[in-house]
């Protein structure tokens, strides 16, 4: 399928391409096979998800209208208002422990001159593992039996504060959260590290020849510098806290005990997997991504606001 | 990466050689007990992330009963057959297999799509160029965990469920926008200068992408393969959706249904885990420059 079609008179000028006709068609057909990627199985489900949620659907007999009256049955899903309630706990509290956990510990390996890279490496190998593998892991660490927690808590004679951390409704959200920020603590960190050692350090010693204390210079100096990274790490962590968690809640407890940890990704699939409502988890699925969305587009508006192009 | 060194301690002088003496006089006491706090915290980070690790592999090679009698300590015998029994019941060699197939597939499918649509949006001078960008950079907001529904449902339809070739060119689906933002912008940076010498020449555009264009964004594929295969290696989520048959399903589903279907097989449990984790610890550890510049690139730009 090779075109040639060179006789188009070249420009030399660089930079400015003229417009000619082979330009035209050499671009489709560099765009043509992730067109059709994208097209089958990114905007034909996002726009197929949105026709499933108008209508009444088991995912084999024939669909029937139903207008919005998946939107309205979720309204009054206790389950799923309860998912959504873990889920925005989950991503508020996950958003605020990473990137408060991540500037502490990129602070103390910006100040650590000796093994750096060693400790930087050492942070970040959670990033690399997967979500199940993590999963897994911190059912064991949890584990009522054999768990490195509760047996490490009688080792220092804090046994009274043993725990059922998964068995437990009031705490097993927390306990899932407490994996999540251990996975990602490192990736966050790297990020505020690399952003601190962009700030120059004639700023921090015209700050100090004013004065100011290391307290004085860390509000002034760190934290305005610092701000397009607040918002980075938070976009990140925020997009990610959302959608992905549904292995490390699926691993751990399956939404369980009765829903206690349940949040909209794994309501989404129960409902469609074990009580095949296609279209009422394509509703589910729906109003996760106006949610989604709309952060992110929140967020990204007040970045602008605030002047922070990155 | 630069070193700043960062007040109120600058330890940048050149004087090596009186490392020691120059630390105590520079610092005092006061910045030594600083800086041994500082240790202190990054040794307790050390210890809450790599002891967990740590206590994996310990708990692989003890025998069940140990690990109930000797939760935190070293195993007090090697037990190897632990990982014999492992790989057997858990048929790892096949999920190690299909893993290997999937990621790889989607990988090149990944690269080999992403690239020219890249080049073109970069290089060339067509109506709907911006529509392209625009439309690479909304689907980045729409995270594919929102539409599996749908996704399942266009899989089931196209008779990619439990396909292993299917589940790949779905990867690459997913990871193509992000793929395509990224390889941009290295294509943009580059001078027009190499391209119109090689169109004088009387090279094709075909041409001039693969012989010129590629090898100069080397890092950005890199880049794109990296995250590709961190995400794609590692994903449970469209794995579980779309892989149901266990002759085709990766690690991480291999994991949990070996969890979930034998019951107390501790030790068992722990070796497996070692097996499929470890290998992708010694390959970032042996390369983290690279993976670290690699997953944190673009978030911060100097």
């Given amino acids: 399928m090779t075109r040639s079609q060179e006789a188009a008179p070249v420009s030399s000028r660089s930079g400015a391409w003229r417009f000619d006709a082979g330009d035209g068609v050499v671009a489709f057909l560099m765009i043509l096979p992730a067109a059709i990627l994208f097209g089958l199985f990114y905007l034909w489900p996002f726009v197929n998800g949105f026709w499933l949620s108008l209508h009444n659907w088991d995912g084999f007999s024939d669909p029937t209208w139903a207008g919005i009256s998946n939107y309205k049955r979720l309204v009054h899903d206790r389950i799923f208002l309860g998912a959504l309630r873990n889920n925005l706990i989950f991503v508020v509290t996950v958003v605020i422990l990473k990137n408060v956990l991540g500037l502490g510990l990129a602070l103390l390996l910006n100040r650590a001159l000796l093994g750096r890279t060693f400790f930087r490496a050492a942070a970040f190998i959670p990033v690399t593992m997967s979500f199940v593998a993590v999963g897994l892991l911190w059912s064991w660490i949890y584990n009522p039996v054999f768990g490195l927690l509760n047996s490490g808590l009688d080792l220092v004679g804090l046994g009274a504060l043993k725990q059922s951390w998964l068995g437990d409704a009031d705490i097993a959200l927390y306990s899932i959260i407490v994996v999540d920020v251990w996975k990602w603590l490192g990736f966050h960190a790297v990020i505020y590290l690399a952003g601190l050692q962009t700030i120059p350090s004639e700023l921090y010693e015209s700050a100090k020849m004013d004065g100011a204390g290391p307290l004085q210079r860390f509000r002034h100096v760190t934290v305005p510098m610092m701000m397009p990274i607040v918002f980075i790490n938070t976009i990140l962590g925020l997009s990610g806290a959302f959608v992905r968690n549904f292995d490390i809640v699926y691993v751990l407890t399956k939404g369980g005990p009765n829903h206690a940890t349940e949040v909209v990704l794994t309501y989404m699939m129960s409902k469609a997997f074990q009580d095949g409502a296609m279209s009422y988890a394509a509703a589910i699925g729906y109003v996760l991504f106006l949610i989604v969305g709309l952060a992110s587009v929140g967020l990204l508006a007040l970045m602008r606001r605030q002047r922070l192009d990155v | ?302």
Avoid at chain 2, 31 to 51: K, N, R
Wanted: charged fraction near 15%.
């Fill in chain 2, 1 to 302: 990466m630069r070193a700043a060194a960062n007040p109120p301690i600058s330890l940048d002088d050149g004087a090596a050689g009186h490392r020691r003496r120059g630390l105590m006089q520079r610092l005092g006491m006061r910045g030594i007990l600083e800086l041994a706090g500082i240790y202190a915290a990054l040794v307790l980070v050390l210890f809450e992330t790599l002891y967990p690790l740590l206590w994996v592999l310990f708990g692989s090679l003890k025998t069940k009963q140990e690990m109930l009698s000797n939760v935190w300590g070293p195993p007090s015998s090697l037990v190897l057959q632990n990982y014999a029994d492992a790989w057997r019941i858990a048929g790892m060699g096949s999920r190690i297999v299909n893993s290997v197939f999937v990621t790889g597939s989607a990988l090149i499918i990944l690269v080999a799509v992403a690239t020219p649509c890249a080049y073109a949006v970069a290089r060339l001078r067509f109506p709907g160029r911006g529509l392209v960008v625009a439309v690479a950079v909304a689907a980045m907001l729409v995270p594919p965990q929102v539409m599996a529904i749908p996704l399942f449902l266009v899989a089931r339809d196209l008779g990619l469920i439990n396909n292993r070739l299917g589940i790949a060119f779905i990867y690459a689906a997913t990871s193509l926008p992000l793929s395509v933002f990224i390889l941009r912008s290295f294509f943009v940076t580059l001078p027009a200068d190499l391209e119109d010498a090689a169109r004088v020449d009387g090279a094709s555009r075909l041409e001039i992408l693969i012989h010129i264009m590629l090898p100069l964004v080397r890092p950005g594929v890199a880049l794109i393969l990296i995250f590709g295969f961190i995400e794609i290696w590692n994903d449970f989520f469209l794995a579980f959706l779309l892989l149901r048959d266990p002759s085709v399903q990766t690690i991480p589903l291999g994991l949990v249904s070996f969890f979930q279907q034998y019951d107390s097989l501790w030790s068992l449990y722990f070796a497996a885990l070692t097996i499929t984790t470890l290998p992708v610890i010694v390959v970032f550890v042996a390369m983290q420059r690279q993976f670290i510049a690699g997953l944190t690139a673009g978030a911060v730009k100097g």
